[in-house]
Each structure stands twice: as structure tokens, then as C-alpha cells.
């Protein structure tokens, strides 16, 4: 069954810091991979997809991910992080041939100045 | 730049009332989705459609109704609300396969 995971529902860090947003996931095919955030009391918005080709993309406000096959991982980076990053973060699958998207729970993250 | 409105954006309703949230894309997307976010369980599909006329169920269906009038609207109709279906409702379009959604802000719904 095709699932995602995101570990770590809170990560807290200082400014400064490098951040690292943990998601695996379970799919029996290609995975077609997203992050969205959602800042506090507001809609999520789109960072960053992976669909094919280089393992590592870039998107949004400076953050990248990196696609790793041998472990299913699909991880969010940024350094250095800022207190404005504070948000929620979401790593999402999409269910290829059906045009929707398995969510992971999220991770809380806060940026501490 | 993509667009998507939900109203209303707050909503308070008694059990077993009827509560229709609707949603508007100015995107001239094929895909609407609803989706509730619950602490805990983050996002989960309720329904979802591929174009007028069209509408499919998701992860989480029973309770709800969906009505996809035209490209445009999408509502979620939930014909007899109960306390477990409070909750934040989100709105999202998106086009073919491998293309970002685009959400709305969201509506509270709070069921008492």
C-alpha cells in the first residue's frame, strides 16, 4: 500500500543551523514526490517536486530535496535556516494515474533566533 | 496566478444539520480535491473529481457528498453533520499528472 511518513512531528533548531525534514515512503511504482508548507493560519503552498532526473531539486525559498531510491527517502534541506522558515512542512505522493496525492503528517518546525 | 476561494471560511453548524462548503477555482484546472487537515493525521482525501459531472471518492468518503457542477465549483455536502466532522477543510485544483495543487485557505467547520 502506498503510504508516506514523515518521522519527526516536531523539529526545533537555532538560526544559523542546517535543517534536514525527514520523509520515507511506499509506493509500488516511480514515486512522483512533493513538500508543501503551511505557515501558521494559512493554506499550504508548493516548495519543491521531484519527478524524475537528478536526484536533487531545488524550489522555493531557497529549500532542496533529495530523492534516494535505496532507501525511499525524499528528504527537505535549507542552510542556513531562519526564524521565518517556522512553519509546518509536508511531504506529499502522489497516486500516479489517479491524479491525487497521499500526504504525510507533517513536521512542525521552529527556527529559534 | 492560481486561484482558489472557499467559502465560508468559518462555520459554525448543529448535529445533523446540513452543511454545504463550497469551492471556486479560477485556474481552469481539470482536478478538484477536498481534503480535511486533523492534528495527528494531517491531510486526508475525502473526494475528489476530474472535471464537470465528475466525482470520485477518497481516502475518507463516509459522511460526505461531493457535487462538481462545473469546471469552475466543487462543494462538499455533508447531509447530516456530526461532531466528528469538525475539522479544517481544505480546496485544492491541479491540472494532469505530475503538476502542483493549489489550495484555498481553508474553511473551520465546527460541528456542536
Known amino acids: 500500500a502506498q503510504s508516506v511518513d514523515q518521522p519527526d512531528a516536531h523539529v526545533t533548531l537555532y538560526e544559523g543551523a542546517s535543517l534536514e525534514l525527514r520523509c520515507s515512503y511506499s509506493?509500488?511504482?516511480?514515486?512522483?514526490l512533493f513538500w508543501y508548507v503551511q505557515y501558521p493560519g494559512q493554506s499550504l503552498q508548493f516548495l519543491l517536486k521531484?519527478?524524475?532526473?537528478?536526484?536533487v531539486v531545488k524550489g522555493t525559498k531557497g529549500f532542496e530535496a533529495e530523492f534516494r531510491k535505496s532507501n525511499s527517502s525524499f528528504n527537505l534541506k535549507k542552510s542556513p535556516a531562519h526564524w521565518s522558515d517556522s512553519a509546518k512542512y509536508f511531504c506529499?505522493?502522489?497516486?500516479?494515474?489517479?491524479?491525487?496525492?497521499?500526504f504525510g503528517k507533517g513536521t512542525s518546525l521552529t527556527v529559534i533566533p | 496566478e492560481a486561484a482558489v476561494t472557499q467559502s465560508p471560511r468559518n462555520k459554525v453548524a448543529v448535529t445533523g444539520g446540513k452543511v454545504t462548503l463550497s469551492c471556486n477555482q479560477t485556474?481552469?484546472?481539470?482536478?478538484m480535491y477536498w481534503y480535511r487537515q486533523d492534528t495527528g493525521h494531517g491531510l486526508r482525501l475525502i473526494h475528489y473529481s476530474y472535471g464537470a459531472g465528475s466525482t470520485e471518492k477518497g481516502d475518507i468518503p463516509d459522511g460526505y457528498k461531493a457535487s462538481r457542477p462545473s469546471q469552475e465549483n466543487f462543494s462538499l455536502i455533508l447531509e447530516l453533520a456530526t461532531p466528528s466532522q469538525t475539522s479544517v477543510y481544505f480546496c485544492?485544483?491541479?491540472?494532469?499528472?505530475?503538476?502542483?495543487?493549489?489550495f484555498g485557505k481553508g474553511t473551520r467547520l465546527t460541528v456542536v
Open positions: 506529499a505522493l502522489e497516486n500516479t494515474g489517479y491524479q491525487n496525492f497521499y
Open positions: 485556474n481552469n484546472h481539470n482536478n
Open positions: 509506493y509500488s511504482a516511480a514515486p512522483y
Open positions: 521531484y519527478i524524475t532526473g537528478d536526484a
Open positions: 485544492a485544483s491541479g491540472d494532469a499528472d505530475r503538476t502542483e495543487v493549489f
